[in-house]
């Protein structure tokens, strides 16, 4: 999880969303990156740039908030993609923001998280004769 300069985040509520995420990756097999600072230029231009710094953007999502500027965005790569549609993306969005507008920063990352990695796992494969 990066933090622009400013964390809003006590070390209880870092440890929490830190925690979130690792689970939510063991849940999904994808890399979970979040954002919480100021977007330089254009949000999702930002976003998107930030996304492919990461060390595997094919396999990674990108939770990009700024709340200052009131912009969230999520980017998600190739892989992931396969899994997660574009309208589970825009229903994580969706419960960020209503959880952001309650003054929830904390909850509505972590309920996004969650709602992704849910969604982003791969379906379970039966195999004949099991």
């Given amino acids: 999880m990066q933090v622009a300069a400013g964390d809003p985040f006590s070390s209880a509520e870092r440890f929490t969303l830190d925690e979130a995420i690792r689970k939510a990756e063991q849940l999904c097999r994808a890399e979970i990156s979040v954002f919480v600072g100021k977007a330089t230029g254009e949000p999702r231009r930002f976003a998107t740039s930030l996304h492919n710094s990461l060390v595997a953007p094919a396999r990674s999502v990108l939770i ?3 709340p200052e500027a009131r912009a969230l965005e999520v ?5 992931v993609r396969r ?39 791969s379906p379970e494969t039966l195999h004949a004769g099991e």
């Avoid at 980017?75 to 892989?79: F, H, M, N, R």
């Avoid at 309208?87 to 996004?112: K, N, P, Y």
């Fill in 83 to 121: 899994t997660l549609t574009d309208g589970e993306v825009e229903l994580a969005v969706i419960t960020m923001q209503s959880a952001f507008a309650e003054g929830d920063l904390v909850g509505g990352l972590i309920r996004g998280i969650h709602f992704i990695a849910d969604h982003a796992r």
């Fill in 64 to 66: 990009m908030v700024d």
């Fill in 75 to 79: 980017v998600t790569g190739g892989y």
